[in-house]
């Protein structure tokens, strides 16, 4: 017969007590990620809108095309006084389908005639 000893199933305890904190180190990786292809995405939108204003067209909807549908949500673009354009990204949350902050990013382009 077998003897238990007070150590069997130490291993198992120990791993199922970590893995909350594995969800929670993966989640917070997860939307740092999200927050780094925000800033990213919205250096494109933005200089996107930016030639759109230059040229006469719709720049929210350059700003649009520019962007994965996941950015597009609160996606805000503004004239400004000196003929660029700044545009709002919201960030996504990785959990939840909130957000948890956004990204201003301001371009500009000379007038095209």
Do not use: K
């Amino acid at each position: 017969m077998r003897s238990l000893r007070a150590d069997d199933g130490q291993a198992t305890v120990e791993l199922v007590a970590l893995l909350p904190l594995l969800g929670l180190v993966v989640a917070l990786v997860w939307q740092v990620t999200l927050a780094g292809a925000a800033v990213w995405l919205s250096g494109g939108a933005a200089r996107a809108a930016a030639r759109a204003v230059a040229l006469g067209a719709d720049p929210l909807r350059a700003a649009r095309t520019a962007l994965p549908r996941r950015f597009e949500r609160g996606l805000r673009v503004r004239r400004e006084p000196d003929g660029g354009v700044a545009l709002v990204v919201r960030i996504p949350a990785a959990l939840g389908g909130g957000t948890v902050g956004a990204v201003t990013t301001r371009a500009r382009f000379a007038e095209q005639r």
